[in-house]
Each structure stands twice: as C-alpha cells, then as structure tokens.
C-alpha cells in the first residue's frame, strides 16, 4: 500500500519560515521523482518544484530563491523548506511521487499552510 504523508504545515507570519516533509512508504522512493504542489483556496492546484530521482531541482517563478526542495532516500522524504513566507503561500500543500517508466503517479492528502499576521 503507497502512502505519501505530509507533515509540518501551520500558522507562520508573513516574512516567517516553515519546512513541510513528506514520509512516503509502499513505494522504490529513490526511482521516484519528487512534486511539491499547492492549492490556494478558489484556484487550481499549482506546481511549486520538482527534484528529480537524480537530484535535480526546479521551482515555480513564484518562490524561486525563497523556497528549497530537498531529499533524503535513505528516509524515504523529500522537503519544502519555505522562508520569507507571503500570504499569496496560503495554500493546501500537497506531495506528488511520479515515475514515467512504471506509469505511476502518487498523491499526499495534503498539509495546511497560512500566512497570516
């Protein structure tokens, strides 16, 4: 059984820091390449980054240079790490496994995080 869980969101103020993990289990994580995804309330889901199985990394306009994806296989996690925080980053924040070879693709149920003074 895949599972993705998403752990670390809250309440943080603006210009505050947060770092989001997600556990995932039941899967090969290291062939795995690795979403972080959001979704503010009224608007639809928006890619935040990616780091690939091999490590590389990528991210939206929006939060480049604020935001750093990370992972470690040997934990089977991958990591938000969120500083200088806005309240346009209110959002659900949401996992994603993806692998093209096996045609698979995996979801969190998501953690909260507001930005709010």
């Known amino acids: 059984q895949v599972q993705l869980v998403e752990s670390g969101g809250g309440l943080v103020h603006p210009g505050g820091s947060l770092r989001l993990s997600c556990s995932a289990s039941?899967?090969?994580?290291?062939?795995?390449?690795m979403y972080w995804y959001r979704q503010a309330p009224g608007k639809q889901r928006e890619l935040v980054g990616c780091?690939?199985?091999?490590?590389?990394?990528s991210y939206a306009d929006s939060v480049k240079g604020r935001f750093t994806i990370s992972r470690d296989n040997a934990k089977n996690a991958v990591y938000l790490q969120m500083n200088s925080l806005k309240h346009e980053d209110t959002a659900v924040y949401y996992c994603?496994?993806?692998?093209?070879?096996?045609?698979?693709?995996?979801w969190g149920q998501g953690t909260q995080v507001t930005v709010s003074s």
């Open positions: 994603n496994a993806k692998n093209t070879v096996f045609r698979s693709d995996f």
């Open positions: 039941g899967i090969i994580f290291r062939i795995y390449d």
């Open positions: 780091i690939t199985n091999g490590g590389s990394l």
